[in-house]
């Protein structure tokens, strides 16, 4: 009986039904002994700010074609990365200065290399693990969000002072410059904010009692009653009101953890015309001149999961809600910004529930159409693809933005109680999209160190293509500029499963590597069919 039920529980999780396209029973068994250079495993490739060298890309490369790994996705990090510490130097013999033209002719023999080795080159979009931002982001196209400052006054009387404004954002680092974890000395600092703001609304609304909502009607707008400077000149009605001075302003998150020369402020997700400037700042001249010496390794650019700043609005998010969802939210915006707090209510917890909802909604829909949706049009204009792991901190619809790419990724980790983060399973169910790929094996030190081999990755793995995922990118692999003389090499300070061409195990990967691509090559070859909806 008990064999029956898990049977049973496989068949709701895994069952699938043959691709629109019929693949003959000889053509399978082929593709399963020698499973095509699309479904083998691929690694995430770490290059350790400037420690990059031609011979370490070369023998990396080299390593990986051998022992079976289809492809690499590179990640530019910072020098050193026990992150949130680091250490404060940033010049060392033989550097090359990220995003300086030496750094982009050596990605350019990357590519080479790998276009020589039959290896898929992918890249993120960015320097560091997030997301989408760098030096060429200018001020105006920064992220943004909305901000507040507000007074209380009573009436009947006459206003006339001066609104504060929200305190300058100071982005997810903390400071008013760039992310503490830098650790820089003040001479090495260098200012990537921004004092992007403008003004969106000055509302009264009446004060309450506790556990009172706040009269729809009873909120009245002020905005021309308030000059360039901030000064608010208004005949305050009978009782009490709180005013409220309404912007969107800079939120100054940046690309992060990258190399100072290459952290710049993280883009407008509601501004086309910015996600076009993280584009060619980096990807876009990358694939340009690839193209330009016949080089068809490139297949990919990546933004990973979502670490680099929240967004709530735009300049003109007002407009767009009211063409979206058919009112004005203006009046509404202070419970929005609110929204954690108890007691903050406008007409009734009800109305005020289905605000947020129409607010969450507004945002997905400008994210998904502008930034996602804008990615996969300019990843279309240079036929590659768009891969991303939509996920993590923004108060947003994933499964919405990550439909937008035709390569939606999960993530899981070695050592925990298997969890796949992110719902690229089901936004492929939903969108009949064939492959899921995942950050795979990511550990924390007392789960790596050096000692994962095969036999303790194998679970996760298995366990990985049951919930839907079929197509891993190992993290990581660490380039290695060095020597085979210099063993066995770099890391990604603590994280990951170190995977490395000086492993006592690496000459011996291939039949893993083999498995894996077995694994993913028959799981790429149906569309799951999912026979209970949660």
Same mark, same amino acid.
């Given at each position: 009986m008990g064999i029956i039920v898990l049977i049973s529980l496989c068949l709701i999780e895994c069952n699938y039904s043959p691709s629109a396209t019929t693949t003959s029973g000889e053509e399978l068994e082929r593709s399963f002994l020698n499973p095509p250079l699309t479904t083998r495993p691929g690694v995430l490739w770490q290059w350790m700010g400037g420690l990059i060298s031609r011979e370490g890309i070369t023998k990396d490369l080299e390593a990986m074609a051998e022992q079976g790994i289809g492809g690499v996705i590179v990640m530019q990090m910072p020098d050193q990365a026990p992150y949130p510490q680091r250490w404060d130097f940033r010049d060392y013999p033989g550097k090359i200065e990220v995003l300086s033209d030496e750094w982009y002719e050596i990605v350019n023999y990357a590519v080479g290399e790998a276009d020589r080795l039959n290896l898929t080159f992918s890249m993120f979009l960015c320097p560091g693990w997030s997301h989408a931002g760098g030096p060429w982001v200018t001020p105006d196209k920064g992220l943004k969000k909305l901000v507040s400052g507000e007074i209380e006054v009573k009436g009947p009387s006459h206003c006339n002072e001066i609104l504060p404004k929200a305190p300058r954002s100071a982005g997810i680092g903390g400071g008013n410059e760039i992310p503490s974890w830098f650790s820089l000395k003040d001479e090495q600092k260098k200012d990537v904010s921004s004092d992007f703001y403008k003004e969106i609304a000055v509302i009264a609304l009446p004060v309450v009692g506790d556990n009172m909502a706040i009269p729809p009607d009873g909120i009245i707008d002020i905005s021309p009653f308030m000059d360039a400077e901030g000064r608010l000149k208004w005949e305050v009605p009978e009782g009490?009101?709180?005013?409220?001075?309404?912007?969107?302003?800079?939120?100054?998150?940046?690309?992060?953890?990258?190399?100072?020369?290459?952290?710049? $402020?993280?883009?407008?997700?509601?501004?086309?015309?910015?996600?076009?400037?993280? &584009?060619?700042?980096?990807?876009?001249?990358?694939? %340009?001149?690839?193209?330009?010496?016949?080089?068809?390794?490139?297949?990919?650019?990546?933004?990973?999961?979502?670490? /680099? %700043?929240? @967004?709530?609005?735009?300049?003109?998010? @007002?407009?767009? &809600?009211?063409?979206?969802? /058919?009112?004005?939210?203006?009046?509404?915006?202070?419970?929005?910004?609110?929204?954690?707090?108890?007691?903050?209510?406008? %007409?009734?917890?009800? $109305?005020?529930?289905? =605000?947020?909802?129409?607010? *969450?909604? *507004?945002?997905?829909?400008?994210?998904?159409?502008?930034?996602?949706?804008?990615? @996969? !049009?300019?990843?279309?204009?240079?036929? +590659?693809?768009?891969?991303?792991?939509?996920?993590?901190?923004? !108060?947003?619809?994933?499964?919405?933005?990550?439909?937008?790419?035709?390569?939606?990724?999960?993530?899981?980790?070695?050592?925990?109680?298997?969890?796949?983060?992110?719902?690229?399973?089901?936004?492929?169910?939903?969108?009949?999209?064939?492959?899921?790929?995942?950050?795979?094996? *990511?550990?924390?030190? &007392?789960?790596?160190?050096?000692?994962?081999?095969?036999?303790?990755?194998?679970?996760?793995?298995?366990?990985?293509?049951?919930? %839907?995922?079929?197509?891993?990118?190992?993290?990581? =692999?660490?380039?290695?500029?060095?020597?085979?003389?210099?063993?066995?090499?770099?890391?990604?300070?603590?994280?990951?499963?170190?995977?490395?061409?000086?492993? *006592?195990?690496?000459?011996?990967?291939?039949?893993?590597?083999?498995?894996?691509?077995?694994? @993913? &090559?028959?799981?790429?070859?149906?569309?799951?069919?999912?026979?209970?909806? +949660?």
């Open positions: 009490s009101w709180k005013i409220v001075r309404l912007g969107v302003a800079a939120e100054n998150g940046v690309n992060h953890p990258a190399p100072l020369e290459a952290t710049g $402020l993280e883009c407008d997700r509601m501004d086309q015309e910015a996600v076009q400037q993280v &584009f060619d700042g980096m990807i876009g001249r990358i694939i %340009g001149e690839a193209k330009a010496k016949g080089y068809t390794a490139f297949k990919a650019f990546e933004t990973d999961s979502y670490e /680099g %700043g929240f @967004q709530d609005f735009s300049p003109d998010f @007002q407009e767009q &809600f009211l063409k979206r969802r /058919g009112y004005d939210c203006t009046p509404w915006l202070p419970v929005w910004l609110n929204r954690h707090l108890p007691g903050s209510v406008i %007409g009734s917890e009800d $109305l005020t529930k289905r =605000f947020i909802s129409d607010m *969450t909604r *507004t945002i997905s829909e400008l994210t998904a159409e502008r930034f996602n949706g804008e990615l @996969q !049009n300019l990843a279309d204009e240079n036929s +590659v693809e768009w891969i991303t792991e939509p996920y993590f901190f923004l !108060n947003v619809d994933w499964r919405m933005l990550g439909a937008e790419s035709n390569m939606p990724g999960s993530e899981f980790w070695v050592g925990k109680p298997f969890s796949m983060i992110g719902p690229a399973p089901d936004i492929a169910a939903l969108y009949g999209l064939q492959v899921v790929w995942a950050e795979s094996f *990511t550990a924390e030190s &007392f789960n790596s160190a050096w000692r994962n081999t095969p036999y303790e990755l194998k679970p996760w793995g298995d366990a990985a293509f049951s919930r %839907g995922v079929n197509q891993l990118y190992m993290h990581g =692999f660490v380039h290695n500029p060095f020597g085979d003389h210099i063993q066995p090499g770099l890391t990604m300070g603590y994280w990951g499963t170190q995977l490395n061409r000086h492993l *006592t195990w690496w000459p011996y990967a291939a039949p893993w590597h083999r498995y894996l691509a077995r694994c @993913q &090559f028959m799981l790429q070859q149906g569309r799951p069919v999912n026979d209970v909806l +949660v």
